[in-house]
């Protein structure tokens, strides 16, 4: 897969560019409780030279009770300008599990129309793997004016995605398990119903990526699209449990040329909490 500094980029593409002064790389861990892994304890411990820590869960909009809501535009511009983030920076983020939250940064960056942004494939892991170093050092940061302009056809909410359901005009695709989906396995939020958003398909995050945590090539990638009944030539929505792994979608979408696609923001954290909206098992 070739490197795209607005999608995806190799280790190989980072370790070259590492030292190139409009660079900057985040680190954008983040993990369920049952992983039992401290993002911020591990980024200190170790991460890619120059690395900035972008925390997802405090970059969000506190007043939501939903978990990681798209942050107001006013705090993303203020971290990001803490962090030295900002105007004519290409930005790498990467994630400490190959790849899990660091396409939900990616996402956000995109949703605030900052389009020099790539994942690195394989993330962490494969950084140390290919033999490239850590440091533990703080990293140095100036502020950095940065400028925002919010694309809001990238964020559907609950009563668009209700639309959609109802009318079929997108794809509804749910990177939950399998089991999840089916309604199967209980949800891991409490009070949460289980199944799927009538008329969505269900394409497993994991099912996008190769033993290594990369990204599948382009053609097996819209192979696993087209085997999940996902019609590609219509635009497209995806959602998972918190807005989090839809973000793998969305890149993988953008990697085989999909351009029409949005992330249902509050995904089943919300849709599953309200007994108004349908619900569809098996």
Not at 26 to 40: E, F, H, K
Request: with cysteine; net charge negative; proline share 5%.
């Amino acid at each position: 897969m070739a490197d795209d500094p607005k999608s995806l980029v190799s280790t190989t593409w980072l370790a070259d560019h590492l030292h190139d002064p409009d660079l900057r790389v985040l680190d954008g861990s983040w993990y369920l409780p049952a992983m039992n892994r401290n993002a911020r304890a591990e980024y200190e411990d170790a991460h890619i030279p120059g690395a900035r820590f972008f925390d997802i869960d405090e970059i969000s909009d506190h007043r939501s009770e939903l978990p990681h809501m798209v942050p107001p535009v006013e705090k993303f511009i203020s971290r990001m300008r803490a962090m030295g983030v900002g105007d004519g920076h290409q930005v790498v983020v990467y994630d400490g599990a190959g790849l899990l939250s660091a396409a939900r940064v990616w996402w956000l960056f995109r949703l605030m129309g900052k389009t020099d942004i790539a994942v690195l494939d394989g993330g962490l892991p494969k950084w140390k793997a290919d033999g490239h170093g850590v440091e533990d050092t703080p990293t140095v940061m100036r502020d950095r004016h940065i400028t925002v302009s919010v694309q809001n056809q990238l964020v559907k909410d609950v009563t668009q995605v209700a639309a959609a359901s109802k009318l079929g005009d997108y794809e509804i695709i749910d990177a939950r398990s399998k089991g999840r989906f089916l309604g199967e396995e209980a949800e891991p939020r409490a009070g949460l119903r289980s199944g799927h958003i009538p008329g969505s398909k269900s394409v497993p995050f994991q099912q996008l990526l190769n033993d290594d945590g990369t990204m599948k090539a382009e053609a097996a990638l819209k192979s696993v699209f087209e085997d999940a009944g996902v019609d590609l030539g219509k635009p497209a929505i995806t959602t998972c449990g918190s807005g989090m792994t839809a973000a793998i979608l969305s890149l993988a979408l953008e990697q085989i040329g999909h351009r029409n696609h949005a992330l249902y923001d509050g995904s089943w954290a919300e849709w599953g909490m309200y007994d108004d909206l349908k619900v569809e098992t098996g």
